[in-house]
């Protein structure tokens, strides 16, 4: 397959701090790949160095087989920018944000109005069309924002916290148009908190910690190897421990309640119903966000 993003022993550096080190990916054609990791990971600094905002310190980094630091104007043609704050201009209607923001791609103003009539209907936004931004609900703005990297047609997608701060409804409705956009061939790269929405989101990914990629993969692959099938979750106690590890079983604390990751779910809670025979025990599937805190930690990042 081709690869649109390719990076080797990428490296970026703020003087003493070593944001991004010496890290490799590539990230194929018609895929959605995504960069995971906690606060100062690294991997906002990387979604910069892609879009030709932040330039790199060393290494290579080529998006459509160009060197971001020297082919800028080339590359930013050929992207769509999600970013995470929300930048709309309030002063502008829904589809008059969209009308000026396809100026700067010198798009002809008949085709630029068709885009931005087609794009609101993608979006759910036809009734909003003549509203003012600052009406708006912050869902809607979230996908006004979608359709605003969409205007150029773009051949890269870049989304920082696509669905931050929004309810269910709106979430899914994200998700089943990013679904759509890949289906037509566009290529989606991502950041999110949200690890439900990696696992469902990500054809593969990366988890980034101070500065280095810990692990790439499929979800699904990630989390058989890190987690296991499941997870059996008990009240911690000396006996627990003790019959866990004549068992053999990986097991992480939390607070006060214990967390052992197998293949053999059934029969790992079996053992511990007859060592705790008050205590509950749950068995859970095991997800992203298990493997992703194994990796990277429970403490709080600032």
């Known amino acids: 397959m081709e690869d649109v993003i390719v990076a080797r ?141 969409l205007i150029n047609a773009p051949e890269l997608l870049i989304l920082d916290e696509p669905t931050i701060g929004l309810d269910p409804q709106a979430r899914h409705l994200i998700w089943e148009r990013l679904r759509n956009l890949q289906a037509e061939g566009n290529t989606l790269v991502l950041t999110t908190h949200y690890l439900d929405e990696a696992e469902r989101l990500c054809d593969r990914l990366v988890i980034m910690d101070h500065g280095k990629i810990l692990v790439e993969g499929p979800p699904a692959d990630l989390i058989r190897e890190h987690a296991g099938s499941d997870v059996v979750e008990v009240e911690q106690t000396p006996k627990v421990i003790a019959r866990l590890t004549e068992l053999g079983v990986n097991y992480d604390l939390v607070g006060d309640m214990l967390q052992a990751f197998t293949d053999r779910p059934h029969d790992i809670a079996r053992e511990l119903l007859e060592v705790c025979r008050h205590e509950a025990v749950t068995v859970r599937p095991a997800t992203l966000e298990d493997v992703f805190l194994r990796l990277t930690g429970r403490r709080l990042r600032e």
Do not use: W
């Not at 990791?37 to 030709?52: E, V």
């Not at 995470?84 to 589809?95: C, G, I, R, V």
């Open 9 to 149: 022993d990428l490296e970026k550096r703020f003087e003493d701090l070593v944001a991004v080190d010496h890290i490799a990916f590539r990230v194929r054609k018609g895929e959605v790949f995504g960069f995971l990791g906690p606060n100062g990971a690294g991997k906002t600094t990387t979604m910069k160095m892609i879009q030709c905002i932040s330039p790199k310190t060393g290494g290579t980094l080529e998006v459509f087989g160009m060197d971001v630091n020297t082919h800028q104007r080339e590359i930013k043609s050929r992207l769509g920018v999600v970013p995470q704050e929300t930048n709309l201009d309030p002063d502008f209607s829904t589809y008059r944000n969209l009308l000026v923001y396809a100026r700067y791609f010198g798009i002809p103003k008949q085709e630029a109005e068709q885009r931005a009539e087609d794009l609101l209907a993608f979006m759910q936004l036809e009734e909003k069309r003549d509203v003012r931004v600052d009406k708006l609900s912050g869902g809607m703005k979230r996908r006004l924002i979608i359709a605003r990297a």
